[in-house]
């Protein structure tokens, strides 16, 4: 008897292990890519964030390689956009960074947003190195949008996420995708740098207080549209542009 109580313990055990190591390599992503001092300009770093999403949403518009995202853009009821996610590893590997979500209600209605979040995984297994990917993440469904409108969002689980087609004649394939998800990555060329599936999205609520200037939930910024600034225009007007395309 005892012996058929050993897995769901250890189980239980592996997953607060898991769980405890992705909350520390989030900490430490975030502590060393932080603009020093400690209490650095979060305000600052949100506008920074939102103008660099935009350049990366723009590349991969104009990427060949991923030409399918701009057939799903049109269909698309939100995007996240992280400009650089990086990843480390040794024995056990870890990624983390952050982003933005931008929202519309339904295909061909206007955009609301950002609101500020962070992604971050853990993974085991014998491996080293590191890298830093550009992602971009696909809401398809009211389900995906709903769920980044949650504190928290676990890729594959509170919303089924899939890898966006890549390489020429991609496109062609898009109709056949039925996730409430589809993720794009890249990172030096190469593309789908980095999994997402079982990555954990978080708000970041200090960064949306600091750039809205209020305390704000994502629902507020997206769904309710209480709060908006001037500074994401660009933003708005790239993802906007980008979803009219046909």
């Known amino acids: 008897m005892a012996q058929s109580h050993a897995g769901p313990r250890r189980m239980a055990r592996s997953d607060?292990?898991?769980?405890?190591?992705?909350?520390?390599w989030l900490t430490l992503a975030l502590m060393v890519t932080a603009t020093p001092?400690?209490?650095?300009?979060e305000a600052l770093e949100a506008r920074q964030l939102v103008e660099k999403s935009q350049l990366i949403l723009e590349s991969f518009m104009a990427d060949h390689e991923i030409e399918a995202i701009r057939d799903l853009m049109t269909k698309a009821r939100g995007v996240f956009i992280a400009p650089q996610v990086l990843k480390g590893a040794f024995i056990v590997g870890a990624s983390g960074g952050s982003g933005v979500f931008l929202a519309r209600d339904e295909p061909g209605k206007s955009w609301s947003g950002p609101a500020f979040y962070t992604i971050g995984s853990v993974s085991f297994g014998l491996q080293i190195g590191g890298e830093a990917s550009e992602v971009v993440l696909l809401a398809m469904t009211e389900r995906g949008v709903s769920a980044m409108l949650g504190s928290t969002v676990k890729l594959g689980a509170d919303a089924s996420v899939a890898v966006g087609p890549v390489g020429a004649?991609?496109?062609?394939?898009?109709a056949a995708l039925s996730a409430d998800i589809l993720a794009f990555s890249r990172a030096k060329g190469l593309y789908g740098g980095i999994s997402v599936d079982g990555a954990v999205i978080a708000v970041r609520k200090d960064w949306n207080r600091a750039y809205y200037g209020k305390d704000v939930e994502p629902a507020d910024?997206?769904?309710?549209?209480?709060v908006s600034t001037p500074h994401a225009a660009g933003l708005i007007a790239a993802v906007t542009n980008a979803s009219g395309r046909r």
């Open 221 to 226: 910024i997206l769904v309710r549209r209480t």
């Open 16 to 24: 607060v292990v898991t769980r405890g190591l992705l909350a520390f």
């Open 37 to 41: 001092p400690a209490a650095a300009d």
């Open 169 to 174: 004649g991609a496109s062609a394939a898009t």
